[in-house]
């Protein structure tokens, strides 16, 4: 864990790729409950799907179209043999096999991905017109052809310098760690 200022740290973890139903793969055969049943995927982990590009593809779809192993209607359609998804962001993901007989058959993977909270600043504070009240505005010089003046709040530049924060220790992992 690594502390960037007074309310700001960062885990670095490794992400995991998942070689989905282990040495049997994307097949017909694999009991892809049982495989699924003891994961906890993350936000970046990946799913590794091997299997016979020319019997099997993989399908990403929707909730109900998982349920009802329809096969026309997808979101994406991957027939390589060896395919990899990342997982990039938290909540359901839904892969079928796209023959619906072996959708049916069991040949399809609900994978529930941890997290998916997302960082939003808080939003700055809004002035009152005719008031008094102060604001931690911060005016920026401008050319002297300009007639407008732009202000931005100690939200906006302390968002700004945490974001460069964020992508210095990314820099410093993919350095140092090979992320």
């Known amino acids: 864990m690594i502390a960037l200022g007074d309310n700001l740290t960062v885990e670095i973890v490794p992400a995991t790729t998942y070689i989905v139903?282990?040495?049997?793969?994307?097949?017909?055969?694999?009991?892809?409950?049982?495989?699924?049943?003891?994961?906890?995927?993350?936000?970046?982990?990946?799913?590794s799907f091997q299997?016979?590009?020319?019997?099997?593809?993989?399908?990403?779809?929707?909730?109900e179209n998982y349920d009802t192993c329809n096969t026309t209607n997808i979101l994406k359609s991957y027939a390589n043999g060896n395919t990899t998804v990342t997982l990039t962001r938290g909540g359901d993901w839904y892969f079928v096999c796209g023959n619906q007989l072996y959708c049916l058959g069991g040949m399809k993977l609900h994978a529930l991905v941890e997290g998916g909270k997302t960082f939003s600043p808080a939003p700055a504070p809004k002035?009152?017109?005719?008031?008094?009240?102060?604001?931690?505005?911060?005016?920026?010089?401008?050319?002297s052809s300009s007639k407008k003046s732009?202000?931005?709040?100690?939200?906006?530049?302390?968002?700004?310098?945490?974001?460069?924060?964020?992508?210095?220790?990314?820099?410093?992992?993919?350095?140092?760690?090979g992320y």
């Open 21 to 47: 139903g282990d040495s049997s793969g994307w097949d017909i055969s694999t009991n892809l409950d049982a495989w699924v049943a003891d994961k906890k995927f993350k936000i970046g982990d990946s799913l």
């Open 51 to 63: 299997y016979s590009s020319s019997s099997y593809n993989v399908d990403e779809v929707t909730r």
């Open 127 to 143: 002035a009152v017109f005719g008031s008094n009240q102060k604001t931690n505005a911060v005016p920026v010089p401008q050319s």
């Open 150 to 177: 732009t202000h931005f709040s100690n939200g906006a530049i302390n968002y700004a310098r945490n974001a460069l924060y964020l992508i210095y220790i990314a820099l410093l992992a993919n350095v140092f760690f």
